[in-house]
């Protein structure tokens, strides 16, 4: 099993990224999609999720309107669009699949939202 997240690097604020996770050896199709984030010291945060099928996305209360999650099930890649980027955003990304018999986690890309 391999999530490999891309797309990561730095960016001004008030710019834009896209981060891609590519999904090998599950069934890609059968998994719930979702991206965290992590800073020194904090928790891992839930950012934006996408169902199986794509049918139904959520997002957290501080990315709402400016990030948006979806998904290419015939690339098994799921992604995230990141707009009117802020400092607060400066974070590692980590894509999770997720089903009722467990997860997997991605390594990780690094984001920083500087001037």
């Known amino acids: 099993v391999q999530l490999v997240e891309s797309g990561g690097g730095l960016v001004q604020p008030g710019g834009s990224l896209s981060l891609s996770c590519a999904a090998s050896?599950?069934?890609?199709?059968?998994?719930?999609m979702s991206w965290y984030r992590q800073t020194p010291g904090k928790e891992r945060e839930l950012v934006a999720t996408?169902?199986?099928?794509?049918?139904?996305?959520s997002y957290a209360d501080s990315v709402k309107g400016r990030f948006t999650i979806s998904r290419d099930n015939a690339k098994n890649t799921v992604y995230l669009q990141m707009n009117s980027l802020k400092s607060g955003d400066t974070a590692v990304y980590y894509c999770?699949?997720?089903?009722?018999?467990?997860?997997?986690w991605g390594q990780g890309t690094q984001v920083t939202v500087s001037s």
């Open positions: 996408v169902s199986s099928v794509g049918s139904s996305t």
């Open positions: 999770r699949a997720t089903s009722r018999r467990g997860g997997y």
């Open positions: 050896g599950f069934t890609f199709s059968s998994y719930a």
